[in-house]
């Protein structure tokens, strides 16, 4: 099946500092999206972003499908966007769309 | 505008009790999903259901029922709760293979 790929596993930055996160998939897919689990456990949407880029804030995405990669730039870090980025990507599976997982980055912002 | 709501936030069950963990959704989206996320993880599908009316196994079905009762409202049921199924659930709904949105999550834990 499709694999999904995030790059890196755990990142530690200093507040007001740049950073981007990667996303690579194995395989044609219909669709992609972000999501941002702060420490509570709450799962935020980003970005729906099949192509193209997208821009949110401090916060911007691009994917290039052709190339079966996404990115997610943070600017400015804030503790508060601490926590762990999942990107996730839609497949067909049968006759039904399915959101397979990447493992996710671990973000740490420390002030 | 809720958007999708579980009940409940917290569970502890004692070893092969039985629960059902409920979600609704006010978006009048077709599709609904149900995951776990076990710690450190990414999110695992467990069923999912693509229109009203229609249930189709995920990644992880084993030891769960599910029931899409209406087009707001798609249940989880455990009927013989274990420790492996300690986990965090989530439910997500989306339109046609497009974007998907998550509710809070229900933490259980199973003794």
């Known amino acids: 099946g499709i694999q999904v790929e995030q790059s890196p596993p755990d990142l530690i930055l200093q507040e007001g500092a740049n950073s981007t996160l990667r996303c690579n998939f194995s395989?044609?897919?219909?669709?992609l999206q972000w999501f941002h689990q702060n420490p509570w456990g709450q799962l935020i949407n980003l970005f729906y972003?099949?192509?193209?880029?997208k821009q949110n804030g401090r916060l911007s995405a691009t994917t290039v499908a052709t190339e079966r990669y996404s990115l997610l730039y943070i600017s400015s870090s804030q503790t508060t966007d601490s926590g762990v980025y999942f990107c996730a990507v839609y497949i067909r599976a049968d006759s039904n769309y399915q959101l397979i997982w990447g493992a996710g980055t671990k973000l740490i912002i420390k002030p | 505008n809720a958007g999708v709501t579980q009940t409940p936030k917290f569970q502890v069950l004692k070893t092969g009790q039985s629960m059902t963990l409920q979600c609704a959704q006010d978006m009048n989206h077709n599709s609904m999903y149900w995951y776990r996320q076990d710690p450190g993880m990414g999110l695992r599908l467990i069923y999912y259901?693509?229109?009203?009316?229609?249930?189709d196994k995920g990644e992880v079905p084993n030891g769960y029922n599910v029931s899409r009762l209406n087009k707001r409202e798609f249940s989880l049921r455990l009927e013989s709760a274990a420790p492996s199924q300690t986990s965090v659930y989530f439910c997500?709904?989306?339109?046609?293979?497009?974007?998907?949105?998550f509710g809070q999550g229900t933490r259980l834990t199973v003794v």
């Open positions: 972003i099949p192509s193209g880029t």
């Open positions: 395989d044609s897919v219909n669709n």
């Open positions: 259901s693509a229109s009203e009316g229609t249930t």
């Open positions: 997500a709904s989306s339109p046609m293979h497009t974007e998907a949105f």
